[in-house]
């Protein structure tokens, strides 16, 4: 075999391995790496959320996606309850509190305190004046008054109450009973129109009086009887003399 022979023989080994080997190449390309893919849902639901209930709306495809969050929205025919507003009470504050609260006022000053006699008299005169305001019409007035003693400070008109025990209620003289006065009123009118209003003084903070439901007063020097009386008021009194009580006493007619 020549030398050019060989050279084409070698030429043509060469050309066939190069083939072989571009025909390997074009068969086998390399291996791409695989990729995961992400949607839009798992994209917006890892977004943080505002602070109320409701949902996401999504569209749109990854990484080109469209996230809202909607809230929930309250029904307009849905009625929302409101509880009045708390009374405004009085209250006392100090310092510190003194926002959206009404200071109790201070209390009155205490009255100056009055001698007994003037208490007693003018608790009489108002119970006179009280009857004619609910019993209007013409009447003729008796007027009766014991005292304690002789010479008080009431001016006494007839014998001592605790010498002679002359005022009894129900049979039995109270020895703390200072004074008695009680008004008869007989109308002008109508004879069997008749009014009994008294007020009895005791130097006590009590007495059998508190006991009493209906009960008789009887009376010297005439030994007459106060019948069906009951008390209609009772009141603490403090004078400059000390404790009292006195007693509005209404009774039901006159019995001599």
Do not use: H
């Amino acid at each position: 075999m020549t030398s050019i022979n060989k050279m084409g023989f070698s030429r043509f080994i060469s050309f066939a391995f190069l083939a072989g080997l571009l025909l390997i190449a074009g068969c086998t390309s390399p291996t791409k790496p695989k990729t995961e893919t992400l949607t839009c849902y798992d994209y917006c639901t890892s977004l943080p959320a505002p602070a109320c209930t409701g949902s996401w709306s999504i569209s749109g495809n990854y990484p080109d996606c469209a996230c809202k969050f909607e809230c929930e929205k309250s029904s307009d025919n849905q009625t929302q309850k409101v509880s009045p507003p708390a009374p405004v009470v009085n209250v006392t504050v100090n310092e510190s509190s003194k926002t959206n609260v009404t200071v109790a006022p201070p209390p009155p000053p205490p009255q100056p305190k009055k001698p007994i006699s003037q208490t007693f008299n003018d608790t009489i005169k108002q119970i006179r004046t009280d009857f004619y305001v609910e019993n209007p019409g013409s009447y003729t007035e008796f007027d009766y008054r014991w005292d304690a003693t002789v010479n008080d400070s009431f001016g006494s008109k007839d014998i001592k109450l605790g010498q002679f025990q002359a005022v009894k209620f129900n049979g039995a003289y109270i020895p703390s009973l200072q004074t008695f006065e009680f008004y008869e009123f007989k109308s002008a009118t109508n004879p069997n129109k008749i009014g009994i209003y008294g007020l009895a003084l005791m130097n006590d903070t009590s007495s059998s009086l508190d006991n009493y439901g209906t009960f008789s007063t009887t009376y010297l020097p005439e030994l007459q009887n106060l019948d069906g009386c009951v008390v209609s008021k009772r009141t603490s009194v403090k004078a400059t003399e000390g404790d009292y009580t006195l007693y509005t006493i209404y009774c039901r007619s006159l019995v001599t």
